[in-house]
T-cell receptor, first 114, second 118 residues
Framework: GDSVTQMEGPVTLSEEAFLTINCTYT??????LFWYVQYPGEGLQLLLK?????DKGSNKGFEATYRKETTSFHLEKGSVQVSDSAVYFC?????????????FGQGTRLTINP | EAQVTQNPRYLITVTGKKLTVTCSQN?????MSWYRQDPGLGLRQIYY???????DKGDVPEGYKVSRKEKRNFPLILESPSPNQTSLYFC?????FGQGGTYNSPLHFGNGTRLTVT
């Protein structure tokens, strides 16, 4: 079945550092890809999405590009802030499977130190 | 304010004592779903509902029940909770997820219910 693999956390960076969180996926169809963010004590919020190959999703300085050839959707940000500390989830939905769900990765906890 | 509301936020119970976690959304969303979040496993879908009176199993439905009698509510029922159901539970809704074969509509999540079964 479909699956999503994220880089192991936790990830700790200093403020203004460059961030990459790796995400690769396995899907039999042609999925849409998402990054969700979970701040402490809250539910998940959509951060960005991409629906077809070579699409770039972006929001709040974060970017991710849908790479079909490498089945990847890595999350990047050029200069992180303390307020970016959260858990980040990569996810896919695969319409060819007819699945009525998102498939999530295991999450990557990010801590930014001032 | 558009939101998904879950109650309670925290619940400690004992094995075998029936409980219900409520979920309500005020956005007139068709699609609703329950997930559980466990360390190292991410979120796994328990049940989902495409519309009123339409529910279906997700990946981990054993030990859970749901109902969708009204569009806004989607309660999760544990008839006889066991310790392996100790987890963080999230309800989510979406305007059009899965409608017409499209899966781009974002999910809106509640703030979660942390359940402990002893």
């Amino acid at each position: 079945g479909d699956s999503v693999t994220q880089m192991e956390g936790p990830v700790t960076l200093s403020e203004e550092a460059f961030l990459t969180i790796n995400c690769t996926y396995t899907a039999t169809g042609y999925p849409s890809l998402f990054w969700y963010v979970q701040y402490p004590g809250e539910g998940l919020q959509l951060l960005l999405k991409a629906t077809k190959a070579d699409d770039k999703g972006s929001n709040k300085g974060f970017e991710a590009t849908y790479r079909k050839e490498t089945t990847s959707f890595h999350l990047e940000k050029g200069s992180v802030q303390v307020s970016d500390s959260a858990v980040y989830f990569c996810a896919l939905s695969d319409k060819d499977q007819g699945a009525q769900k998102l498939v999530f990765g295991q999450g990557t906890r990010l801590t930014i130190n001032p | 304010e558009a939101q998904v509301t879950q109650n309670p936020r925290y619940l400690i119970t004992v094995t075998g004592k029936k409980l219900t976690v409520t979920c309500s959304q005020n956005m007139n969303h068709e699609y609703m779903s329950w997930y559980r979040q466990d360390p190292g496993l991410g979120l796994r879908q328990i049940y989902y509902s495409m519309n009123v009176e339409v529910t279906d199993k997700g990946d981990v439905p054993e030990g859970y029940k749901v109902s969708r009698k009204e569009k806004r509510n989607f309660p999760l029922i544990l008839e006889s909770p066991s310790p392996n159901q100790t987890s963080l539970y999230f309800c989510a809704s979406s305007l059009s997820f899965g409608q017409g074969g499209t899966y781009n509509s974002p999910l809106h999540f509640g703030n979660g219910t942390r359940l402990t079964v002893t």
